[in-house]
């Protein structure tokens, strides 16, 4: 009796500290090994260091990626320590809608968050940011990111934001010094 307690106990306790399951852009996890990324067979990657991350990974200029169907304008990937951490991908504004939608297929309706948006000539718009967490993953679109016409979509580990904070704070000292 005292043995299936402590199977039942140690069931219970496994399930309740399981880790959730991370966010995946075609199949690669946040947290997976730069071999991994650099190894994919849909992504043709030119890789280097950055004041960013350790690694930085974005298409070479001729390749073609897409998210949902939906040509991509620009996807980079953000290591530390050789483990992925950011996912960024930039599209054509006008296919956020169907990327959105193929996103609450996938993980389900985000929360929706509104921001204001102003553009260079002073006109104010609502701006949808969209957000999924899962642990200490997460998962955003912005409708728009810069202009009008540009949408987002980030896929980033709670260590990213750290890190990126970190690396500004020490760069902005580091700029100060030589002024």
Known sequence: MRILTLLLLSLCYSIAYAEEPTFDFKGISLGADFSTVKDHPDFLLNCSRSSLAD???????????????IQVEALSFLFFDDKLHNISISIKQQFFGDVLSALEAKYGHGELQTQDFQNRMGAKFQNRVYVWRRGKSNLTASEYVGTLDKSMIMYYTDHYIKERDNRKATGAGKRAKDL
Do not use: N, R
């Open 55 to 69: 690694k930085e990974c974005s298409l070479v200029p001729y390749a073609v990626g897409t998210i949902a169907g």
